[in-house]
């Protein structure tokens, strides 16, 4: 059954009050953006005593059009539904029989934000002005910074403009600045939104055996009972890992929920979720080596940045005006780098390894609580007055306590502590030119190899787009 479109986008659901699950809460990095629940069950409200006098966040890009690759096997999934003469015997898939890919204009929508993203990120936007009302002042300037992702691909950049617009209001344009980072200059190592993409000894395995330990396990059981519902037409696991992309992506493309919604079973769409965490936590996530560690530099800048303070003023390298940043810190960038940022907090330090042949039921890594489309790691920085500063993370608005680190107001972690606990693991990681295996870098030699760009408006691998 088809949901107007006013529904879906109040909240993003399917669920009614008779039904509580929500696939689209459940797809891992293919879910559309929604607010994340609260499992610690700690307050997303500043603690008694305490007011947030500071922020930031790293946002994945919004919502989008699927990429060349995945569109492509959309064009193939049709094809192979289309030329089949085949019945059904289950009413959810009656739907196959005159369905297509929902993209109107191909060459011009794939791997761009998509309508969906447009509404999440401008909302974003004005959430974030209503959530800490006295850190932007009409009319005045405002930076934040994109990740360039790709030459050609602008998703990233529009987001960040899309979220600034919501920020800014009518006068975006003349106010903003969206600092774009080039990922892949040499002279921006460890100093990008996108550090991974200079360290010749990254490897997203999106999961490697671990991932296809789990498929083997889950998907068999899901493809005999859909093909068990046709006559005619054979699905494939691949076929069924697609379903649940559908899902998520029609739905925010079009703004009614997709019927691929409603083809897997409640039990099968949080298997697929698992695998969605599983593809996290080994591809990039803390069950990795060196790719866990790489956003340390950046976590660095940034937790410095907060011990500076929100009335900090840097100078630019390039001898312009110096600059007094906002009291948010605004940052977008893909999806690699928000689950290489996750695993670096210490908020999974105590997170047993995932299993690769059941579902651990009592994980606190979920991946769709974080990667989400429009994805984001808050953080703030609480002045709780004579009792001092404290750091606070937050993913998809909810608050994740520090492992080790948790005796402040509303379990925070002391901001010196923090600063100290993040040192340390960036000490042990033992430098971004090192680490990667960079020899002789003459642009970035080793002890150079830190973020600036939070402090520093002048360096030569970033350009400037107006919202």
Not at 185 to 212: F, K, M, Q, V, W
Not at 382 to 392: D, E, P, V
Not at 408 to 422: E, F, N, T
Request: aromatic share 12%; hydrophobic share 35%; net charge neutral.
């Amino acid at each position: 059954m088809l949901v107007p479109a006013h529904f879906i986008f109040t909240a993003l659901v399917v669920s009614t009050a008779a039904e509580s699950f929500d696939p689209l809460q459940h797809l891992g990095g293919n879910s559309p953006w929604f607010s994340g629940p609260n499992v610690n069950n700690i307050s997303p409200d500043a603690p008694q005593g305490c007011r947030v006098d500071q922020a930031a966040f790293t946002s994945r890009h919004g919502s989008r059009y699927p990429d060349p690759g995945a569109y492509n096997g959309w064009v193939t999934l049709a094809a192979k539904i289309q030329n089949a003469t085949f019945t059904v015997k289950d009413r959810d898939l009656d739907f196959l029989k005159t369905w297509q890919p929902v993209l109107t204009n191909p060459a011009a929508q794939l791997s761009q934000v998509s309508q969906g993203g447009y509404k999440e990120l401008y909302d974003m936007g004005v959430q974030y002005r209503w959530n800490y009302p006295s850190f932007y002042k009409e009319n005045t300037p405002y930076v934040l910074w994109a990740n360039r992702y790709q030459e050609t691909g602008y998703r990233v950049v529009d987001s960040a403009r899309l979220f600034a617009r919501g920020y800014l209001g009518p006068n975006a344009t003349d106010l903003g600045r969206v600092y774009v980072l080039n990922n892949t200059d040499p002279r921006s190592i460890a100093n990008s939104l996108a550090p991974s993409d200079l360290c010749p000894l990254y490897n997203d395995t999106s999961g490697g055996i671990n991932a296809t330990t789990w498929a083997e396990i889950y998907l068999p059981p899901i493809v005999t009972r859909i093909n068990g519902l046709l006559s005619g037409l054979n699905f494939t696991a691949s076929d069924i890992t697609t379903f649940a992309t559908l899902c998520g992506f029609e739905t925010q493309i079009t703004g009614r929920t997709s019927p691929w919604c409603d083809v897997l079973k409640k039990h099968e769409i949080e298997q697929y979720e698992y695998a969605q965490d599983i593809r996290y936590y080994y591809g990039t996530g803390p069950g990795t080596d060196i790719e866990q560690q790489l956003m340390l530099p950046f976590l660095v800048a940034l937790v410095q940045r907060f011990v500076d303070g929100p009335n900090a003023t840097y100078v630019n390298a390039n001898g312009t005006s110096p600059f007094t940043p906002n009291p948010l810190i605004a940052t977008f960038t893909n999806d690699g780098q928000i689950s290489q940022l996750a695993a670096a907090l210490g908020i999974y330090d105590d997170q047993k390894p995932l299993s690769a042949t059941r579902i651990d039921k009592n994980r606190i890594y979920i991946s769709s609580t974080f990667v989400t489309l429009r994805g984001t790691i808050g953080f703030e920085r609480l002045n709780c007055g004579s009792k001092g500063l404290y750091m606070r993370i937050k993913l998809n608005d909810q608050v994740y306590p520090v492992a080790g680190c948790q005796g402040g107001p509303g379990k925070s972690c002391s901001l010196s502590k923090y600063q100290a606990l993040v040192a340390k693991k960036n000490a042990a990681f033992g430098g971004f030119v090192n680490a990667c295996g960079i020899a002789n870098s003459s642009l970035v030699p080793a002890g150079q190899d830190k973020t600036t760009f939070l402090t520093n408006l002048g360096l030569p691998f970033e350009y400037v787009f107006r919202p």
